[in-house]
């Protein structure tokens, strides 16, 4: 959950330097310094200089709200080369010829095919360019790269992502709730993963000519288990083909029914000559800009819920952390979304349960949160000053138990690690509040 590098621990040794007229130019050169960070680990340790300046909570928060003063950047097609494992990934990003910071922009983050050919060595050709399949007008698009060892659903690929994202967002003007996330086939596969294993970022998820079943292949190597039930929170618009030769729609219609039972928000559109290939774009074209446009982020939903297997990584869902798994004597009986229909009158289990699980289902009401758990013997809260009254008691219950109710004091530093690891103007939690389910 914590930072790489600990703000906490980065105030022991930041100072400020450098001669300043008094408090308030303190806190703008320090925050000057923060908006300058070219990634997180800058930006943590800009933040102990915000935090010895003297700002207060709520100058801070409103300084974070207001977010970095954007300038003109390059447009056109900006290389954007990374690593992993040994694997040179040349990620694309592609920004509109007029593109203007003086308003917000959405971002396409867009997952190409193929993933498993191998890398290209030192002296061969260079790959093939990285284009934009599906064009689109007036967004900021994001291609990474994939390769063998490095494919859509491993940990190094979903840090890829995760920096370029966060390296778009310092230096244009983005539009926090209208980032969406999308791919064709092995993409589109890909985005189902995205969906089930971290899905804070996204405002809409939409997966063309793939399959969840790909991911279910014990030889595709996907990181950890899988649950679709964590779906509910990125609003699906699938694409596939009718004669498909890889992915045919009648072979991933019963996953979408699948989903829809279990109340996973899910549009499908099926194009019943369309191949393994694009040629439904221009007729496609509408309905996914109207899905897009109708999908905004919510920041601070009401409602969410998670389940994982670990609590390393994709133990996150916005407001929600899971910190401690096991079971508990009050734990509920929550159902899992992973049964389909194989054939008629016979179902099976889609993804492998060999290792156990936790899951919170959660509602806030207010300063109220209802909380039930299967599996989970701790989690944290994150409270923000957008949604959160600090001025009255926070209450938690936890499978029918009250376990919380009083003040829960926000504090800068809070608020600026999460700022740090989120760069985001939209969601920003003041508070940590860590539960112990009874």
């Keep these: 959950m914590r930072l790489a590098v600990s703000i906490v621990v980065l105030l022991g040794v930041g100072t400020l330097t450098g001669a300043q007229s008094g408090p308030s130019s303190a806190i703008d050169a320090a925050m000057t310094a923060f908006w300058a960070a070219a990634n997180a680990e800058q930006a943590a340790s800009a933040a102990t200089r915000v935090l010895a300046s003297g700002a207060t ?6 300084r974070l709200r207001r977010g970095r003063e954007y300038t003109r950047r390059r447009s056109g097609r900006i290389d954007l080369p990374s690593r992993d494992r040994g694997n040179a990934l040349d990620n694309v990003v592609e920004v509109p010829a007029d593109y203007d910071p003086a308003h917000t922009w959405p971002v396409r983050v867009m997952l190409h095919g193929g993933v498993g050919r191998d890398a290209p060595a030192a002296g061969d050709e260079p790959p093939r360019s990285l284009t934009n399949r599906i064009p689109g007008v007036g967004e900021i698009v994001i291609h990474p790269r994939a390769w063998s060892g490095s494919e859509w659903w491993t940990p190094g690929q979903m ?7 966060d390296r778009v967002k310092r230096d244009y003007n983005v539009d926090e709730s209208r980032v969406h996330v999308t791919g064709i086939s092995d993409g589109g596969t890909g985005v189902y993963f995205l969906a089930m294993r971290d899905a804070t970022a996204w405002a809409a998820c939409i997966p063309l000519n793939g399959h969840p079943l790909v991911l279910a292949n014990p030889d595709v190597g996907a990181d950890g288990q899988l649950f679709p039930g964590n779906l509910v929170n990125c609003p699906l618009h699938v694409v596939n083909g009718g004669r498909d030769r890889l992915y045919p729609a009648a072979s991933v219609t019963p996953f979408i029914d699948m989903f829809r039972r279990g109340s996973i928000p899910v549009d499908y559109q099926v194009y ?10 221009p007729q496609e074209r509408p309905r996914y800009e109207a899905f897009v446009g109708a999908h905004k982020r919510v920041a601070h939903p009401e409602r969410v819920s998670w389940e994982t297997e670990r609590v390393d990584r994709y133990n996150r869902f916005r407001w929600l952390v899971i910190d401690r798994l096991g079971g508990r004597a009050t734990d509920m009986r929550l159902p899992d979304v992973n049964r389909y229909a194989r054939s008629p009158g016979r179902e099976a289990e889609l993804f492998d349960r060999s290792r156990s699980s936790g899951r919170i289902d959660a509602v806030r009401r207010g300063n109220g949160f209802d ?9 944290t809260l994150l409270l923000s000053p957008d949604v959160i009254d600090f001025a009255r008691p926070v209450r938690v219950s936890v499978n029918g138990r009250v376990v919380h109710e009083s003040m829960v004091k926000p504090t800068a530093g809070t608020l600026l690690e999460w700022a740090v690891r989120d760069n985001d103007r939209t969601m920003l939690y003041g508070a940590e509040l860590e539960i112990a389910v009874p």
């Design 371 to 379: 909380v039930q758990t299967r599996g989970v013997q701790q989690f």
């Design 159 to 165: 840090a890829n992502i995760a920096r370029l994202l």
């Design 272 to 281: 019943p000559e369309a191949g393994h290939d694009v040629s439904w774009w």
């Design 57 to 62: 909570f709520d100058d801070l928060v409103a």
